[in-house]
């Protein structure tokens, strides 16, 4: 029953990963049918993050009261309604309407499934399963891209999408009763079931280290959102690559994250999770100063695929990590605040240098990416020492 369990939360992250690329693919579909400008898109992802980063921070609350497998399945049967909502929308005011259970339901399960993983499973599971993620991320485009080329519309894209949500939603349903058994080989004897009332936000940063591991999510998803939004203009207007070389160039970035996230499972079982996260700094430190050396294209490519293979193991040993740090009672809350402070650097880190390429230059991009590595070092250095 374990490893049927197992098979569940794969493909629960498989389909996690599913609908976070949907917009970007079949935004040029979108804005001219509706008429809207380009950079309205920039407002349906705003809402879906803030959507997400409330429901990251109820995380505690929810799963303290309905347990994880019953938030899972509530949360991707919200997220199945919202792709349906968005498969019928014409306008853009349904399109924000729709974010609004499109960011609710991704916050919770996502916190939550990490939780369950990190107190039941082993370390390389982490990995893996956000490799499965990566899956989902890569599939999403690919179906909407289909969808888009048999001229189905941008609508029926994310109809099939809402079709696989629910075959998954039924599943989770149907396996409730699993949820209540510990995963073999788990690594936390402490019950995550000692507390009765979820942490209070201002309980939650008062704990030792939290601050810390705030900022290391912050610092890690500035890290990844930025080089995935910029990266390709960096190349084009600094490097002169050309622009459809630029983005095939700039998905090297995510293949390099999807592979050493499989790498990375294997290689936990030799290094533990503070040994993981320092090797992923040290590698994308060697990408970003790749980057910033006076190489042509080629260079920068390697670059980013160091970038992408330093990202691959930080994300799932951090989360891993939570409940030895600070314990199984408190893991919950701590990584909804966690993969809030995620969503806070996506939001925010990129949009911060688009203005700097815009009043600045673009060619500070490694620049503005090996500042927030160091932050990220420097806070990471500091909770380990606590």
Partial sequence: MTGL?????????????????????????????????????????????????????????????????????VSV??????????????SFMALCLWAVPYGLGAGSVDASLNNYVALHYKSRHMSWLHCMWGIGASAGPYIMGFALTRQMGWNSGYRIIGI????????LFISLPLWKERGAGAENSESEEGRTEALKFSDIVKVPGALEIMLSFLCYCAIEQTTSLWAASYLTLHKGVA????????????????????????????????????????????????MLLPLPGTGSLIGLIMIGLGCAPIYPCLIHSTPERFGADKSQAIIGVEMASAYVGTCVMPPIFGLIANYINVNLFPVYLMLILAVMIVVFQRLCRK
Wanted: glycine share 10%; hydrophobic share 55%; proline share 3%.
């Fill in 77 to 90: 049967g919200i997220t199945m309604a919202a792709l349906f909502g968005f498969s019928v929308s014409g």
């Fill in 5 to 73: 369990l197992l098979a569940i939360i794969y493909l629960a992250f498989i389909s996690l990963g599913l609908p976070d690329a949907l917009l970007g693919s079949a935004w040029p579909s979108i804005y001219p049918q509706l008429n809207v400008p380009i950079s309205y898109a920039g407002i349906i992802s705003m809402i879906i993050a803030l959507g997400t980063i409330v429901s990251s921070l109820q995380s505690d609350r929810l799963t303290l009261k309905f347990g994880t497998g019953k938030v899972t399945a």
């Fill in 164 to 171: 696989l949500q629910v075959i998954l939603t039924v599943i």
């Fill in 243 to 290: 622009a459809e070389t630029a983005a095939s160039y700039a998905s090297m970035f995510f293949i390099g994250i999807t592979v050493g996230r499989a790498l990375s499972g294997f290689i936990t079982m030799k290094l533990n999770n503070t040994q993981m996260v320092r090797l992923g700094q040290v590698l994308i430190a060697v990408g970003i100063i790749t």
